[in-house]
């Protein structure tokens, strides 16, 4: 149960894109299309963006959206705006009932 | 409105023992899959374990097997997390958190989170 790895840190400025991507194995994120992905503001209870690497709960602005390529998959927020700062971080199901995270990616709004 | 409320939080001693509770309100709680994650300060977060709708099958991560154990009791809708032989690196915020849908395994899709419950593991 190794955590994925993310980058620590991804910056953009307004009306930008940024990428976050989220490394896994082919036990993790390149064996099953469950990769999630969630957004925490500082003191805040993590809130889910993505689901099944590509799916946006209701709610969510479609600016933000999913993909994964063999191990990695990886995060795009579109058209940044300053509410976009936050931690970022991914999941993936592992297999036996399962989760691994990432380490965690914090995007700045320059 | 879905509703999970943490109790049960505190100051423990290493080597200790604390009990989590999670009541949860407004939706089906014997038809969802729940799992505890927890965020030590400053860290990211970390998935602690799960338990089935109907509590027949438990999963846990490597750091806590063997120490913590996850229940339900579906007659009061509450979710809980047994947790002995506590150590300095338990110190976290628990979440108890319930996914988009009731899917069975576990996919991550945790939609709906309580408030958050500090555990403290220090002498």
């Known amino acids: 149960q190794s955590a994925l790895t993310q980058p620590p840190s991804a910056s953009g400025s307004p009306g930008q894109s940024v990428t976050i991507s989220c490394t896994g194995t082919s036990s993790d994120v390149g064996g099953y299309n469950y990769v999630s992905w969630y957004q925490q503001h500082p003191g805040k209870a993590p809130r889910l963006m993505i689901y099944?690497?590509?799916q946006r709960p209701s709610g969510v602005p479609d600016r933000f959206s999913g993909s994964k390529s063999g191990n990695t998959a990886s995060l795009t927020v579109s058209g940044l705006q300053a509410e976009d700062e936050a931690d970022y971080y991914c999941?993936?199901?592992?297999?036996?009932?399962?989760?691994?995270f990432g380490g965690g990616t914090k995007v700045t709004v320059l | 409105e879905v509703q999970l409320l943490e109790s049960g939080g505190g100051l423990v001693q290493p080597g200790g023992s604390l009990r989590l509770s999670c009541a949860g309100s407004e939706f089906p709680f014997n038809t969802y899959a729940l799992s505890w994650v927890r965020q030590a300060p400053g860290k990211g977060l970390e998935w602690v374990s799960v338990?089935?709708?109907?509590?027949?099958?438990?999963s846990y991560a490597d750091s806590v097997k063997g120490r913590f154990t996850i229940s339900r009791d579906n007659s009061k809708s509450t979710l809980y997390l047994q947790m002995t032989s506590l150590r300095a690196e338990d110190t976290a915020v628990y979440y108890c958190?319930?996914?988009?849908?009731?899917?069975?395994?576990?996919?991550?899709?945790?939609?709906?989170w309580g408030q958050g419950n500090l555990v403290t593991v220090s002498p």
């Open positions: 999941s993936s199901y592992a297999g036996s009932n399962n989760l691994v």
């Open positions: 338990i089935s709708p109907g509590g027949g099958t438990t």
């Open positions: 958190v319930r996914p988009l849908a009731p899917r069975w395994p576990l996919r991550g899709d945790f939609n709906y």
């Open positions: 099944d690497v590509t």
